[in-house]
């Protein structure tokens, strides 16, 4: 549907009048999208049940919201954005220059961090809370933060959390979006993004941060992209004190020397240790409870994959559950561990082929491989040999069998 982002904000105005004859007809728009444009449709559900979840919360909740929140709007210039803010546009096509995610349809689940690294967010955090604090030693909190690492480690998720914590609404801007062929527009979108943050408490998170805050001494740039950053400096300089601003990026390598000193705290996003990637791994298999040698394969299976590719892959798994067997009888999971087991191998497998960017090579080697091959290297691994006969589909004795019969035919 041509215009869906106006759509989307009028319906969220109308929802926010609470007026039930809108909700009527947004009901019906979702069920014709449905037909069309699933993804449109979603975008409409999504934010009707955000609209009924608008209710007071508990005393002890609200009241961990406001310890921060309060210190930090307190802080803030600004008017308060809502649902009926007219958003900033590009003036050549008409497209807007950023969305907003409002405090209550923001997750309030932390991103899976490593211990480090989440005390660390912790404390700039705090930094609000304790704002009267800093300035009594003359000092101020961190308002600028550069998020990078590699796609799917979860920095979107982490300016998201932040602007969460804050009880801000979370100004979403992707910089490749605010490039223009026309002479001049980039440098004009980029001063009207931050006007428009710079009047609104908000959060400002500015996605591939990259496409404009590249290197000016880039001999494949052309000038006009010397004066897009010069702009975008001087949006940031003008907006220290006036908002939290995050920026993100997968290609740090590409910014600008001069962007880096911009940015109080620059905040590495590591790829998932083992133990995070656990945790990872049972959150998103939620509502499945993974048994023990299932989460202990999927853990070696998926050595080196980002946040992003754990749900991906359990993502698919679910649907190959559905689709060729759970594992489950009545309801209740099976008794036989192999059934499950093996199950598990052959999403895995069927996953090796659809998606093998997603795995290490040698793991994709042995899962695209044959049973021999990927029994040797389980028992290698420290897998017993129940445990591989479970996620091989054979008896303990016949993978003792095997492993006799391989170490016979080698010594021969």
């Known amino acids: 549907m041509d215009y869906f982002d106006i759509v989307l904000t009028l319906g969220r105005i109308a929802l926010d009048a609470d007026r039930p004859r809108a909700v009527q007809q947004l009901q019906r728009l979702q069920t014709e999208l449905v037909k069309i444009d699933p993804e449109q449709a979603a975008k409409i559900a999504r934010m009707m049940k955000t609209a009924g979840k608008r209710q007071p919360m508990s005393p002890s909740g609200l ?3 406001r310890a921060t929140a309060d210190s930090a709007k307190r802080r803030l210039p600004g ?10 546009t590009d003036k050549e096509t008409g497209a807007p220059l950023a969305s907003v995610i409002f405090p209550n349809e923001l997750s309030s689940e932390p991103p899976l961090l490593g211990t480090a690294l989440a005390e660390s967010i912790e404390d700039l955090l705090r930094e609000w809370q304790l704002a009267a604090e800093l300035e009594r030693i003359g000092a101020t909190p961190n308002t600028r933060a550069l998020l990078y690492g590699a796609p799917g480690v979860g920095k ?5 959390y932040l602007a969460h ?6 100004v979403e801007a992707r910089l490749d979006g605010l490039v223009s062929s026309f002479l001049g ?3 004009r979108n980029i001063g009207a993004l931050f006007d428009f943050a710079n009047r609104y408490q908000c959060v400002l998170f500015l996605d591939e941060f990259d496409a404009i805050a590249k290197a000016r001494d880039d001999a ?10 010069n702009t975008l400096l001087q949006s940031i300089d003008r907006r220290n004190g006036r908002g939290f601003t995050v920026a993100a990026t997968n290609h740090e390598h590409l910014l600008d020397t001069a962007v880096w000193r911009r940015f109080d705290a620059r905040v590495f996003i590591p790829m998932p ?3 995070t990637r656990g945790r990872l791994l049972d959150q998103f298999s939620r509502p499945l409870r993974l048994q023990d040698t299932e989460r202990k394969f999927l853990m070696w299976a998926t050595e080196g994959m980002s946040g992003a590719d754990l749900e991906t892959l359990i993502e698919a798994g679910k649907r190959f559950l559905v689709l060729h067997g759970s594992g489950e009888e009545d309801g209740r999971p099976t008794r036989d561990r192999m059934v499950r087991g093996r199950t598990l191998l052959q999403a895995l497998r069927r996953q090796a082929f659809l998606n093998s960017r997603m795995f290490e090579s040698s793991r994709l080697a042995l899962l695209a491989g044959d049973n021999a091959a990927l029994g040797n290297a389980l028992l290698s691994a420290s897998f017993t040999q129940r445990e591989t006969g479970e996620l091989l589909g054979l008896s303990q004795s016949a993978v003792s069998r095997k492993l006799r019969g391989q170490q016979e035919k080698s010594g021969g």
Not at 79 to 88: C, F, H, N, Q, R
Not at 156 to 160: C, P
Not at 165 to 170: A, R, Y
């Open 63 to 65: 009241e961990e919201m």
């Open 79 to 88: 008017e308060i954005l809502s649902y009926s803010t007219p958003m900033p």
């Open 156 to 160: 979107t998720k982490l300016a998201r």
């Open 165 to 170: 914590k804050l009880s801000l609404p979370c």
């Open 185 to 187: 527009t980039t440098a």
């Open 220 to 229: 494949q740039e052309v000038g006009e992209i010397k004066r897009v950053v």
């Open 273 to 275: 240790d083992a133990e």
